[in-house]
């Protein structure tokens, strides 16, 4: 990569905060001594929004991590126990745990499922929505923002009715008579990510759709001119000109559907016949409030944080990568 | 970006810096004993709780008039978050109430997590605790300390349909085997009805399955409960229960992941021959399509003639450890639950009395408790009085056992012995 100063201005200036956020810090310069009073200003700057995050987000973390260490159930926090330092032994248990790895399996597969289809449908909608006349749009961005607004619990309590074997229309209208959508581990997944899908395309479309509007259309133009199909524009035109807006909607996917819990909660009934169904959020739900054994939980929620952080970490270090290819 | 590379080396600094445990309220049991001022208590809500509210509301006026200068405050609180509100109550003494109404199965539980106030000596003292049955009884003792007074008893029974009996000419069966066999029967000639509508998610109707063939949920004493739930005996039992699942009786698709209520409502819409219910689901039945087409009778055990042991259901009345009013709670703790209370609370409510003799009264006087008292009296059987019960409940092995057997990922030695090392764990951690 380029060396970059810190006084370059603009772009390149730009680039440099994405080096801290994906890279190590870059080697520290000789003449480090002479730029630290111009250093604190941005940190002034920010201090007053760190301290609201600091409060909101640290805060709770660090209260999670402090609790997975700890013996900490009901009777420790009611103080019918007192409260033992249990070391890493929260985490022993866990991955010692065979049904924590099949959870934790099923719950990645799952949410790469969601993500890809989640960003497949929301792509290919906005580039439609950039094709229809404007009637046809409204009700595409109409009916879109309905599922978008539709709370959680009741796009799924819908769901659910949709699919019943006895009384849903779905089984009615393809003819599958009493078929119970929620008995099998692979339908009843099927069925939530249907539903995870219908409520989180519509931001994907939205963000891509504004993304593709802001697109100079001499670009595009030149594109169609020089013979390219849409397949073609999408690949090589729009998505490196869209790759910024992409990589906010994959990252946003991906924390979402790695969280997904009331989906699941809903429609299989708390995990599903003999918890096959189980997510890793629902696992540590079940764990740390059902159960009460909230430094359990507490250690689950630290390892879905790390898992979190590590897939975010690693991706904006592959787009780095291509993007300096490029 | 920046923050969340951070917070990783912010934790730990934290940890290591700090000796801290996490928050933990002092609980310890009040040494004031005021003999005035407000005492607060806390009642569930139930379905159609004026009734409940007016019987509530003279033990309460007595009790003001008995003790000049105390006020009793009372809340109904809803069922669903109960855990919750109790939780939040032992979390937070000043905010907690003096008196609760708590279900039995949370007994071991609130105990050891220091809510509970040890009443031995007075309910010992108290001249109508001599004629408590002893499973109720049994349902307020923890390492043999008693921890409040029974408020009332649910068991279930078989219900079954009438018309359906006499329309395919079948009788009530008598055995266990014989349930099974009508069940079937019944599904085979009216394939639009389960026979017996059976949930793989409903625990506490397949217990007596499990009960009747001499099987246990565990076996000990006190703080040291080892699980039975893979011994010969038990297993027969979860084979019998878990035959039931299949197109000839209840279909595995629908009735695996069906729970208590969903029984009783396929029952009570009229889409079931027969089904498990309680003295609770009366209300519900009347009020369904069956009404007056159904009739109950004790659920039948091994042996012509016996009947399967029940879970002993039911709520509590308790004071809490924190209650700056111990006297006064003590003492109203026993005038809720006093014979004439549960008496008046049967004919309200419908609430199965906890003493013996008052059952046999009211019982008496309203044909439909006589099946259920007749399940009371043949001896019914409790869940280990282990504070890990409330884990293993809440975690499902249970349920998850029946429906790895039901949807036939697992054979029943396999989901037993998986299900008794969860318990296992669950007893050896809970202590």
Redesign the interface.
């Given at each position: 990569m380029t060396p970059v100063t810190p006084k370059s201005p603009g772009v390149v200036e730009r680039r440099r905060v994405r080096v801290?956020?994906?890279l190590p810090r870059p080697r520290p310069s000789a003449g480090s001594g002479a730029r630290r009073p111009g250093n604190r200003t941005p940190w002034l700057y920010l201090a007053p929004a760190?301290v609201v995050?600091g409060g909101l987000?640290?805060y709770p973390?660090?209260?999670l991590?402090?609790?997975s260490?700890?013996q900490?159930?009901?009777?420790?926090?009611?103080?019918?126990?007192p409260?033992t330092?249990e070391g890493f032994g929260n985490y022993a248990e866990l991955f010692s745990d065979s049904q924590f790895w099949q959870v934790l399996l099923a719950t990645v597969l799952f949410a790469a499922a969601c993500v890809v289809s989640t960003l497949a449908a929301g792509c290919a909608l906005a580039v439609l929505l950039t094709r229809v006349r404007a009637v046809p749009r409204l009700v595409l961005m109409l009916a879109a923002l309905g599922a978008w607004a539709t709370p959680a619990v009741t796009g799924s309590t819908v769901w659910l009715f949709l699919f019943d074997?006895d009384f849903g229309p779905v089984n009615r209208i393809f003819g599958l008579g009493?078929?119970?959508w929620?008995?099998g581990r692979l339908s009843a997944f099927f069925l939530v990510l249907l539903e995870v899908v219908w409520c989180s395309f519509p931001f994907v479309m939205v963000t891509v759709y504004a993304g593709i509007r802001a697109v100079p259309s001499e670009v595009l133009e030149a594109a169609a001119l020089d013979g390219a199909s849409q397949w073609r524009i999408w690949r090589s035109v729009l998505t490196p000109m869209l790759r910024p807006i992409l990589m906010v909607v994959t990252i946003q996917s991906v924390i979402w559907d790695f969280k997904v819990f009331t989906q699941i909660y809903v429609i299989t009934?708390?995990?599903?016949?003999?918890?096959q169904n189980l997510v890793l959020n629902v696992y540590a739900y079940?764990?740390a409030f059902?159960?009460?054994?909230y430094s359990l939980g507490s250690a689950i929620g630290v390892v879905m944080?790390?898992i979190l952080?590590a897939v975010?970490?690693v991706y904006?270090r592959l787009l780095r990568r291509q993007g300096e290819e490029l | 970006m920046k923050l969340s590379r951070r917070l990783p080396a912010l934790l730990l600094a934290g940890l290591v810096v700090t000796a801290c445990a996490p928050q933990t309220s002092d609980n310890s049991s009040s040494d004031k004993d005021e003999k005035t001022g407000t005492l607060r208590v806390w009642l569930f809500q139930e379905v159609g709780n004026q009734p409940k509210e007016k019987v509530v509301d003279s033990v309460v006026a007595d009790f003001e008039k008995a003790h000049s200068g105390t006020e009793v405050d009372v809340e109904y609180i809803p069922v669903e978050t109960r855990a919750q509100r109790v939780k939040a109550a032992f979390n937070d003494p000043k905010s907690a109430p003096d008196v609760i109404e708590y279900g039995n199965t949370d007994t071991a539980g609130y105990v050891k997590d220091g809510g509970l106030l040890d009443v031995t000596q007075e309910f010992g003292d108290w001249n109508e605790s001599k004629d408590t049955d002893p499973t109720a009884k049994q349902s307020v003792t923890v390492d043999g300390k008693v921890y409040g007074a029974p408020f009332y008893v649910g068991v279930r029974a078989l219900y079954y349909r009438t018309d359906i009996f006499q329309e395919l000419g079948l009788e009530v069966p008598r055995t266990m085997a014989e349930l099974a066999s009508t069940a079937r029967q019944i599904r085979a000639e009216r394939p639009d009805l389960y026979g017996l509508v059976v949930g793989g998610a409903y625990t506490y109707g397949a217990l007596p399955f499990i009960w009747a063939n001499g099987g246990e949920l565990a076996t000990g004493k006190g703080g040291s409960y080892v699980s039975a739930i893979d011994s010969a005996a038990a297993q027969k039992g979860i084979k019998e229960y878990t035959s039931l699942f299949g197109d000839d009786n209840c279909p595995a698709a629908k009735c695996a992941g069906m729970g208590g209520n969903d029984t009783i409502t396929a029952f009570a819409s009229g889409k079931a021959g027969m089904a498990i219910g309680g003295d609770f689901s009366h209300t519900a039945v009347e009020a369904g399509a069956v009404k007056g087409k159904y009739a109950v009778v004790p659920l039948p055990g091994v042996e012509a003639g016996s009947i399967a042991p029940a879970f002993a259901g039911g709520n509590n009345i308790g004071v809490l450890k924190s209650t700056s009013h111990r006297t006064l709670a003590v003492d109203l703790m026993e005038q809720l639950a006093s014979k004439q209370t549960q008496a008046s609370m049967f004919d309200a409510m419908g609430f199965l009395p906890t003493f013996a003799d008052v059952r046999q009264e009211v019982s008496a006087k309203e044909p439909y408790v006589k099946p259920f008292a007749q399940t009371l009296e043949a001896g019914t059987k409790f869940v280990p009085a282990s504070p890990a019960w409330a884990q293993i409940d809440s975690s499902l092995v249970l349920p998850t056992m029946f429906q790895e057997v039901v949807s036939g990922r697992k054979d029943v030695a396999a989901a037993a012995g998986d299900a008794a090392k969860k318990m296992d764990d669950a007893f050896g951690s809970a202590g």
């Amino acid at each position: 990569m380029t060396p970059v100063t810190p006084k370059s201005p603009g772009v390149v200036e730009r680039r440099r905060v994405r080096v801290v956020g994906g890279l190590p810090r870059p080697r520290p310069s000789a003449g480090s001594g002479a730029r630290r009073p111009g250093n604190r200003t941005p940190w002034l700057y920010l201090a007053p929004a760190l301290v609201v995050l600091g409060g909101l987000l640290v805060y709770p973390i660090y209260q999670l991590g402090l609790m997975s260490f700890f013996q900490y159930t009901q009777a420790q926090v009611s103080g019918g126990e007192p409260t033992t330092f249990e070391g890493f032994g929260n985490y022993a248990e866990l991955f010692s745990d065979s049904q924590f790895w099949q959870v934790l399996l099923a719950t990645v597969l799952f949410a790469a499922a969601c993500v890809v289809s989640t960003l497949a449908a929301g792509c290919a909608l906005a580039v439609l929505l950039t094709r229809v006349r404007a009637v046809p749009r409204l009700v595409l961005m109409l009916a879109a923002l309905g599922a978008w607004a539709t709370p959680a619990v009741t796009g799924s309590t819908v769901w659910l009715f949709l699919f019943d074997p006895d009384f849903g229309p779905v089984n009615r209208i393809f003819g599958l008579g009493d078929y119970s959508w929620t008995y099998g581990r692979l339908s009843a997944f099927f069925l939530v990510l249907l539903e995870v899908v219908w409520c989180s395309f519509p931001f994907v479309m939205v963000t891509v759709y504004a993304g593709i509007r802001a697109v100079p259309s001499e670009v595009l133009e030149a594109a169609a001119l020089d013979g390219a199909s849409q397949w073609r524009i999408w690949r090589s035109v729009l998505t490196p000109m869209l790759r910024p807006i992409l990589m906010v909607v994959t990252i946003q996917s991906v924390i979402w559907d790695f969280k997904v819990f009331t989906q699941i909660y809903v429609i299989t009934n708390g995990g599903g016949i003999a918890g096959q169904n189980l997510v890793l959020n629902v696992y540590a739900y079940q764990q740390a409030f059902a159960s009460s054994q909230y430094s359990l939980g507490s250690a689950i929620g630290v390892v879905m944080l790390l898992i979190l952080l590590a897939v975010t970490l690693v991706y904006l270090r592959l787009l780095r990568r291509q993007g300096e290819e490029l | 970006m920046k923050l969340s590379r951070r917070l990783p080396a912010l934790l730990l600094a934290g940890l290591v810096v700090t000796a801290c445990a996490p928050q933990t309220s002092d609980n310890s049991s009040s040494d004031k004993d005021e003999k005035t001022g407000t005492l607060r208590v806390w009642l569930f809500q139930e379905v159609g709780n004026q009734p409940k509210e007016k019987v509530v509301d003279s033990v309460v006026a007595d009790f003001e008039k008995a003790h000049s200068g105390t006020e009793v405050d009372v809340e109904y609180i809803p069922v669903e978050t109960r855990a919750q509100r109790v939780k939040a109550a032992f979390n937070d003494p000043k905010s907690a109430p003096d008196v609760i109404e708590y279900g039995n199965t949370d007994t071991a539980g609130y105990v050891k997590d220091g809510g509970l106030l040890d009443v031995t000596q007075e309910f010992g003292d108290w001249n109508e605790s001599k004629d408590t049955d002893p499973t109720a009884k049994q349902s307020v003792t923890v390492d043999g300390k008693v921890y409040g007074a029974p408020f009332y008893v649910g068991v279930r029974a078989l219900y079954y349909r009438t018309d359906i009996f006499q329309e395919l000419g079948l009788e009530v069966p008598r055995t266990m085997a014989e349930l099974a066999s009508t069940a079937r029967q019944i599904r085979a000639e009216r394939p639009d009805l389960y026979g017996l509508v059976v949930g793989g998610a409903y625990t506490y109707g397949a217990l007596p399955f499990i009960w009747a063939n001499g099987g246990e949920l565990a076996t000990g004493k006190g703080g040291s409960y080892v699980s039975a739930i893979d011994s010969a005996a038990a297993q027969k039992g979860i084979k019998e229960y878990t035959s039931l699942f299949g197109d000839d009786n209840c279909p595995a698709a629908k009735c695996a992941g069906m729970g208590g209520n969903d029984t009783i409502t396929a029952f009570a819409s009229g889409k079931a021959g027969m089904a498990i219910g309680g003295d609770f689901s009366h209300t519900a039945v009347e009020a369904g399509a069956v009404k007056g087409k159904y009739a109950v009778v004790p659920l039948p055990g091994v042996e012509a003639g016996s009947i399967a042991p029940a879970f002993a259901g039911g709520n509590n009345i308790g004071v809490l450890k924190s209650t700056s009013h111990r006297t006064l709670a003590v003492d109203l703790m026993e005038q809720l639950a006093s014979k004439q209370t549960q008496a008046s609370m049967f004919d309200a409510m419908g609430f199965l009395p906890t003493f013996a003799d008052v059952r046999q009264e009211v019982s008496a006087k309203e044909p439909y408790v006589k099946p259920f008292a007749q399940t009371l009296e043949a001896g019914t059987k409790f869940v280990p009085a282990s504070p890990a019960w409330a884990q293993i409940d809440s975690s499902l092995v249970l349920p998850t056992m029946f429906q790895e057997v039901v949807s036939g990922r697992k054979d029943v030695a396999a989901a037993a012995g998986d299900a008794a090392k969860k318990m296992d764990d669950a007893f050896g951690s809970a202590g």
